[in-house]
């Protein structure tokens, strides 16, 4: 089993719609997650970290964590075409590990 | 300053070229990774730096050499690679004690080995 699982996708959207992403990790130990977004070419970018579980808002993105389901999700509401990217799912436990990611594509 | 640099930002090299790339920030960070990426694949980690000690280790092939000469510095020594190992390599830093706060990523040196 992955330690951090995502849809490789792609997700497709319109513009104005909510994008959901989702995220399963392993490792029950697990303190802190994260969503990086990375466009082609480009490295990571945090966008979000949750360490509690429910809902983290922070402007259009919000995080939701599920500790006893080790689940994560990223929302992502009124999307845009330049919300087009993939995002990666992190876990850290001692060291940060990533999922393999969700292309996610919005369309006009 | 809030951000990572990483040089170069393009590098070709044969396989019996010897060569570095350097990453720096100055956030104050007292851990240092790096990190190497293949296309669509996600950042995969082979070292970790904390305290300018090398504390993980990710079973990464001898021909991939770090250094960390200082609290600000890191560096990654490249000799006799393989066309395999081209690829994105990312530096990352963030706090040692608060490692929660997630890792800052530099811009990355996009490696071919030919």
């Known amino acids: 089993q992955k330690e951090v699982e995502q849809n490789s996708g792609p997700l497709s959207v319109p513009e104005g719609a909510i994008a959901s992403l989702n995220c399963t990790y392993s490792?029950?130990?697990?303190?802190?997650f994260f969503w990086y977004r990375q466009y082609s070419g480009k490295s990571p970018e945090l966008i979000m970290f949750i360490y509690s579980n429910g809902d983290k808002e922070d402007g259009r993105f919000t995080a939701q964590l599920n500790k006893a389901s080790q689940y994560v999700s990223l929302l992502i509401r009124d999307s845009q075409p330049s919300d087009s990217a993939t995002y990666l799912c992190?876990?850290?436990?001692?060291?940060?590990?990533f999922g393999t990611g969700t292309r996610l594509q919005v369309f006009p | 300053d809030t951000e990572v640099t990483q040089t170069p930002k393009h590098l070709v090299m044969g396989m019996t070229n010897k060569k570095s790339l350097k990453c720096e920030q100055h956030?104050?960070?007292?851990?240092m990774y790096w990190y190497k990426q293949k296309a669509k694949k996600p950042p995969e980690l082979m070292f970790v730096?904390?305290?300018?000690?090398?504390?993980i280790n990710e079973s990464v092939p001898s021909r991939f050499s770090p250094e960390c000469p200082n609290s600000s510095l890191l560096n990654l020594h490249l000799h006799a690679l393989q066309p395999e190992d081209s690829a994105l390599y990312l530096c990352?830093?963030?706090?040692?004690?608060?490692?929660?706060?997630?890792?800052?990523f530099g811009s990355g040196t996009r490696l071919t080995v030919v």
């Open positions: 730096y904390s305290y300018e000690k090398l504390s």
């Open positions: 490792d029950r130990g697990s303190q802190s």
């Open positions: 990352a830093s963030s706090h040692v004690s608060r490692p929660g706060d997630g890792y800052t």
């Open positions: 956030m104050g960070h007292r851990a």
């Open positions: 992190a876990v850290n436990t001692d060291k940060l590990i």
